[in-house]
């Protein structure tokens, strides 16, 4: 089973969630698919870690075959290219890699050439495989690194935590698109809340089943409770703030494997998204 978690802004603590979710479970798969800050790593601490790089077809251009007909300029519907002096100039940064260009050049003046775009690293962290992906700075699209996280599990079987990027844009589309069920995690704040219903507007667009856990939940919040009753939501958890899990959490600690408490409310959280996921 597939299980993404996600949060409509960062803080709320979705990876605090993916990470102890995926250590109290046994042979779990973790994915750190919040590819501009993969914090995951910090905390479980894999080993025995191999590197790959991600790249993507860039279009590169033959001066001597190029007529200057502007055919690979006026298909590209992203103004990836431009025509300069007499020649093709392509702007990698907006590129989508769609490679239309060197299928519409009648000349066969368009090859295409690899650009790195970032990493995927792969190790070990007890019995929990950890795959992270980490784009590159300044580059613009996630999506890229995003596809190669999900590729290094596609035949995983048990359980995978998929911990998605904040917020509600593409690369968290890509990220829960081959997820079996959704876990949205909310702090109890007027702005957590707003957040929270657009990620959730997302995962039912996408059809994706979901429920809620709420961290951070010291006291009621009527606002996320009468979300939760009148969209259906299951509310799967609520995680009171405690000082000690936070001191352990910012000491890089997995808070499951240190307190039996946690073990247990996590283990439990495991076990709901199961019987969730399969209604």
Do not use: W
């Not at 299951?234 to 899990?245: G, Q």
């Amino acid at each position: 089973m597939r299980v993404a978690v996600l949060s409509g802004k960062g803080g709320t603590g979705k990876t605090f969630v993916s990470v102890n979710l995926a250590s109290v479970a046994q042979n779990a798969t973790y994915l750190d698919c919040d590819v501009e800050e993969p914090n995951g790593q910090l905390f479980l601490k894999p080993e025995k870690v191999s590197t790959l790089p991600v790249t993507v077809p860039l279009p590169a251009f033959d001066g001597e075959k190029c007529t200057g007909c502007r055919k690979c300029v006026d298909f590209c519907h992203f103004n990836a290219l431009v025509f300069v002096r007499n020649q093709p100039m392509v702007f990698a940064e907006v590129c989508h890699s769609c490679g239309g260009c060197t299928l519409v050049c009648p000349e066969g003046a368009v090859k295409e050439s690899l650009r790195e775009v970032g990493c995927v690293k792969e190790g070990v962290a007890g019995d929990v495989r950890v795959v992270t992906g980490i784009l590159n700075l300044g580059e613009v699209s996630a999506v890229p690194v995003i596809k190669a996280v999900l590729q290094k599990s596609k035949n995983e079987r048990g359980l995978t935590v998929i911990d998605c990027p904040p917020g509600s844009g593409c690369s968290v589309m890509e990220s829960v698109s081959q997820a079996d069920y959704c876990v949205l995690v909310a702090e109890p704040t007027a702005f957590g809340f707003h957040n929270l219903k657009m990620v959730h507007k997302l995962v039912r667009l996408l059809q994706k089943p979901c429920g809620i856990v709420i961290n951070k939940a010291n006291g009621e919040y009527p606002l996320l409770n009468q979300f939760c009753a009148e969209t259906n939501t299951p509310l799967l958890l609520r995680i009171p703030y405690d000082a000690k899990v936070a001191e352990r959490t910012a000491a890089g600690q997995v808070a499951v494997l240190q307190e039996a408490a946690m073990a247990e409310i996590f283990r439990n959280l495991l076990t709901q998204i199961r019987k969730e996921a399969v209604q």
